[in-house]
């Protein structure tokens, strides 16, 4: 077999589980299957997760890594109307000629599925996902969110179950008002991020500023660059 550098989310959305099978994931002499650019682009979500964070136990993730809705809902805190910021948004290449996968949440729920499983070991499928869209937001919550400091954010959360006989988590995708004090709460319209809460490691925070596919193809080189050095 041959190894597999991946940024798109459908395959391992689909079938992660198959995929892993076949590769390193699962068998170390294996083909590699890397993937970091599959969620955030440059934001090292999964890197930081199965390999920074070895050992302990995610407790929490929260995830806004959706750079269309982080983009809409900032203009729109700012005075735009939602149909201003989505229109300004596709002007400049941020969102799709139909933008539904973004603003309906799905895009952050599939990347919340591949963080499920590739990062807390748990088979999931967009199922599995409360998802909830930016469609039921309006200009006095996103307003009172930053008069208090902070700011709304389409958030992609896993929160740890207790009490089953196995590891599980509550995976969700909704509008959320992030408290002045919250990591992610000072994200500017370009920048993206997620924190890991877990119990030996404390709160780990990753952001990336995205403002085009640079970011995604580093992403990619750099798995490359992972998989030939492990060759060496």
Do not use: C
């Not at 920048?191 to 030996?200: K, S």
Request: charged share 15%.
């Amino acid at each position: 077999g041959m190894h597999a550098v991946l940024a798109s989310k459908g395959p391992l959305v689909l079938a992660y589980q198959e995929l892993a099978g076949l590769s390193d994931l699962t068998t170390p002499a294996a083909p590699a299957l890397r993937f970091s650019g599959a969620v955030g682009g440059a934001l090292p979500s999964i890197n930081l997760g199965r390999r920074d964070l070895a050992g302990a136990r995610i407790q929490r993730v929260e995830a806004a890594v959706n750079g269309t809705t982080q983009l809409i809902l900032w203009l729109m805190s700012q005075g735009q109307s939602y149909e201003a910021a989505l229109a300004e948004a596709q002007r400049i290449g941020i969102a799709e000629p139909d933008p539904s996968l973004d603003v309906e949440g799905w895009d952050a729920a599939n990347k919340l599925v591949i963080i499920a499983n590739a990062v807390l070991g748990i088979p999931t499928t967009l199922t599995d996902v409360s998802v909830t869209g930016i469609g039921g937001v309006g200009p006095t919550e996103l307003q009172a969110a930053r008069a208090a400091g902070g700011r709304v954010s389409l958030l992609a959360v896993a929160e740890a179950q207790t009490g089953g006989p196995a590891p599980a988590y509550r995976l969700s995708v909704a509008p959320t008002p992030l408290a002045t004090d919250h990591p992610l709460a000072h994200l500017q319209a370009d920048e993206m991020g997620l924190v890991y809460y877990t119990d030996i490691y404390g709160r780990a925070v990753a952001t990336t500023q995205e403002r085009g596919p640079l970011g995604t193809s580093a992403a990619m080189l750099r798995d490359i660059i992972e998989i030939t050095q492990r060759e060496r």
